[in-house]
């Protein structure tokens, strides 16, 4: 078949009809031809087959949309792969927020205890996908979403030779604050980006060329409403939204200790009515509430990335990839989330000339979490799992972790084969 074929892996997920409307935006570059979704999820594959036929006819856009439940078939001849999988569901993830909770630790999906068990859970069947990709579309592109993103694409890349360039829409916030808080346009905000996906700074902002003005800089940081204004003007950076974790940590443990519901409990509420408005056969429009799900951006960079790739066309994003010199003090090995040039030999990371020097010691920190998380996930060694929890700044007590670890394991050992439990 002529043209793209672009697979969905974790289509089921409520985000997949975001990935049709930026194609249907950009349907005059890429010559997408087959859209295949696969998912474990025979229910939801069907109720999201049948909306997204409909909602690319709505868009106009000329497809072949396909469901499978083989991955197999899925992955066959792909130029690129999007995974957006959630292993164990919103179920576990709810296990996650609440069990460090018991020990007033952050109950997270992305960091700290919890989000090392969604990466212990994720990494085995990511690198299942990977292995897969290497025999059935060795050519192809594994654009990976799947959170934790900076670990998954760590382990992908260090334990398979898939082509995978790791994504989060956080690489593009900078822009949307500065659209909101300056009403100029993306195209004109530059800046440097360094740290780790869900750990990052972001310095040296410019518009069309020009630094900013304290006045703007403190406008841009306001929209960041996650981490304390006044906290961002003395670092002199904008910290990602997860540094909120990190400097408010008290703070949010007893906001999220209050709150009626988790995270992942409002989110599976919701989901019931997003799906509930894809089931219905006579809707062919994103439901409105797929607005309070989170994750705004993603499916432009993702289709930014496919440019830049299939059309040769040099491209500035943030991916998370191995450092190979972009962050001085951190491993060559150690994927990390910098601005790279993309375009169809892949990804070069560009040289970080100025880290903030505050921000040295939690990013060294977290690479060394996260690379002893990976060990652990792929070997299934509990002695590695126990030092990744103390090398973690939001962990790092052994009265915790001694505690922590047999409950974590046992609340997921349905989805740990590797630790033989």
Same mark, same amino acid.
């Given at each position: 078949m002529e &043209?793209? +074929?672009?697979?969905? !892996?974790?289509?089921?997920?409520?985000?997949? *009809?975001?990935?049709?409307?930026?194609?249907?935006?950009?349907?005059?570059?890429? @010559? !997408?031809?087959?859209?295949?979704?696969?998912?474990?999820?025979? +229910?939801?594959?069907?109720?999201?087959?049948?909306?997204? +036929?409909?909602?690319? /006819?709505?868009?106009?856009?000329?497809v072949e949309i396909r469901a499978t439940t083989s991955l197999d078939k899925a992955l066959y001849g792909a130029d690129f792969v999007d995974t957006q999988i959630r292993v164990g569901g919103n179920r576990q993830r709810v296990k996650d927020e609440k069990i460090p909770l018991q020990y007033d630790l952050v109950g997270q999906e992305t960091t700290g205890a919890g989000g090392m068990m969604k990466a212990f859970r994720t990494i085995p069947v990511m690198l299942d996908v990977a292995r897969k990709m290497e025999e059935l579309s @060795?050519? &192809?592109?594994?654009?990976?979403?799947?959170? *934790?993103? =900076?670990?998954?694409? /760590?382990?992908?890349?260090?334990?398979?030779?898939? $082509?995978?360039? =790791?994504?989060?829409?956080?690489?593009?916030?900078?822009?949307?604050?500065?659209?909101?808080?300056? =009403?100029? *346009?993306?195209e004109q905000v530059q800046y440097d980006y360094m740290g780790l996906n869900h750990m990052n700074f972001i310095s040296n902002i410019t518009i069309n060329g020009r630094p900013v003005t304290e006045a703007e800089f403190e406008k841009i940081a306001a929209q960041n409403d996650d981490v304390d204004l006044e906290l961002i003007k003395l670092l002199g950076v904008i910290p990602s939204p997860y540094l909120q974790w990190y400097y408010h940590t008290n703070e949010k443990v007893a906001k999220f200790k209050a709150a009626p519901k988790t995270r992942g409990e409002y989110v599976q509420d919701l989901e019931k009515d997003v799906y509930a408005a894809y089931a219905d056969e006579t809707n062919c429009d994103k439901p409105e509430a797929l607005? +309070?799900? &989170?994750?705004?951006?993603?499916?432009? !960079?993702?289709?930014?990335?496919? $440019?830049?790739?299939?059309?040769?066309?040099?491209?500035?994003?943030?991916?998370?990839? @191995? $450092?190979?010199?972009?962050?001085?003090?951190?491993?060559?090995?150690?994927?990390?989330?910098?601005?790279?040039? !993309? $375009?169809?030999?892949?990804?070069?990371?560009?040289?970080?000339?100025?880290?903030?020097?505050?921000?040295? =010691?939690?990013?060294?920190a977290v690479k060394n979490y996260e690379q002893?998380?990976?060990?652990?996930?792929? /070997?299934?060694?509990?002695?590695?799992?126990?030092?990744?929890?103390?090398?973690?700044?939001?962990?790092?007590?052994? /009265?915790y972790v001694e505690k922590l670890v047999p409950e974590l394991l046992e609340a997921n050992k349905e989805y740990l084969p590797q630790f033989h439990l």
């Open positions: &043209g793209m +074929k672009f697979t969905i !892996v974790g289509a089921g997920s409520s985000y997949t *009809p975001e990935l049709l409307d930026e194609m249907a935006m950009r349907k005059e570059q890429l @010559p !997408v031809k087959e859209v295949m979704l696969y998912d474990i999820d025979e +229910k939801r594959l069907n109720i999201m087959e049948g909306f997204c +036929k409909r909602f690319a /006819e709505k868009l106009g856009l000329d @060795p050519e &192809g592109w594994l654009i990976n979403y799947t959170n *934790p993103t =900076g670990l998954v694409t /760590e382990a992908v890349t260090r334990y398979t030779k898939a $082509n995978i360039a =790791g994504f989060c829409s956080g690489g593009i916030f900078p822009k949307m604050w500065a659209k909101r808080a300056l =009403g100029i *346009p993306y607005a +309070k799900r &989170g994750g705004g951006g993603y499916s432009e !960079v993702a289709m930014g990335f496919v $440019n830049a790739v299939y059309n040769n066309v040099d491209t500035k994003m943030v991916v998370n990839v @191995p $450092n190979n010199g972009a962050i001085s003090f951190l491993p060559d090995s150690a994927v990390v989330e910098v601005g790279c040039l !993309v $375009n169809k030999t892949g990804m070069q990371a560009l040289h970080v000339t100025e880290v903030p020097s505050m921000c040295w =010691g939690l990013v060294a002893l998380a990976v060990e652990a996930a792929v /070997e299934g060694d509990v002695r590695k799992m126990k030092l990744a929890l103390l090398a973690h700044p939001l962990v790092r007590q052994w /009265e």
